[in-house]
């Protein structure tokens, strides 16, 4: 069974500060990885996923995340955020195979100061 | 194409009743699910389904009963509600079951629902 640690329940940044939320997990078979964003009173939408190839992928809206197989990190960034980017993100795993079902974590509450 | 429409947005039940959340799709998905979202517990899974007819227990699956007849329609039904049931919940659906294949899960808007 796969399980999903957000280290950090709020994050509090200024507008255009660089911002880092941390995402580890728990498996033992081989994963694929999920950013989803839930902007307030929305349902959830998926910001970028890792299935295989390339380490550091890239979602929508200027955010980026990468994939640490021996750290089993699936830490998301932004260089430089905004007030819009004020939300709920959740990070969520799934084995890779055919049954495996979705695992989120408890999200972190990205907050955008000016 | 709507997506994945929820309904009702808003509902408030006393203890007891019953009641009949809302949930379709039009993208042909094979795999629907049901979530609940309670504050600093993340989403949670109720009961999914990969197909019609084919419906599963997922974490947290007591209290709700759920049946899939057609591809589209996903009802989750709260039996004898209870304050405990408070909460946002979500519809979900995807391709294929949970992310076997990456597939992402598009969800809807949310239900909330308030048991006094």
């Known amino acids: 069974a796969q399980s999903v640690t957000q280290l950090d329940s709020q994050v509090p940044v200024f507008e255009e500060a660089p911002v880092e939320l941390r995402c580890n997990y728990s498996?033992?078979?081989?994963?694929?990885l999920f950013w989803y964003v839930q902007y307030p009173n929305q349902g959830l939408q998926l910001l970028l996923k890792y299935l295989s190839g390339s380490t550091l992928v890239k979602g929508i809206n200027g955010f980026e995340a990468e994939f640490n197989k021996s750290q089993t990190s699936f830490h998301l960034r932004k260089p430089s955020v905004h007030i819009s980017d004020t939300a709920e993100y959740f990070c969520a795993v799934s084995g890779q195979g055919g049954s495996e079902k979705l695992v989120f974590g408890k999200g972190t509450k990205l907050t955008v100061n000016p | 194409n709507a997506g994945v429409t929820q309904t009702p947005k808003f509902q408030v039940l006393k203890t007891g009743q019953s009641m009949t959340l809302q949930c379709a799709q039009d993208m042909n998905h094979e795999y629907m699910s049901w979530y609940r979202q309670d504050p600093g517990m993340g989403l949670r899974l109720i009961h999914y389904s990969v197909g019609a007819g084919i419906t599963d227990q997922g974490e947290v699956p007591n209290g709700y009963n759920v049946s899939r007849s057609t591809t589209e329609d996903f009802p989750l039904r709260l039996l004898s509600a209870a304050p405990s049931q408070t909460s946002v919940y979500f519809c979900a659906s995807s391709w294929a079951i949970g992310t076997g294949g990456g597939y992402e899960q598009y969800f809807g808007p949310g239900t909330r629902l308030t048991v006094t």
């Open positions: 498996s033992s078979v081989s994963v694929y």
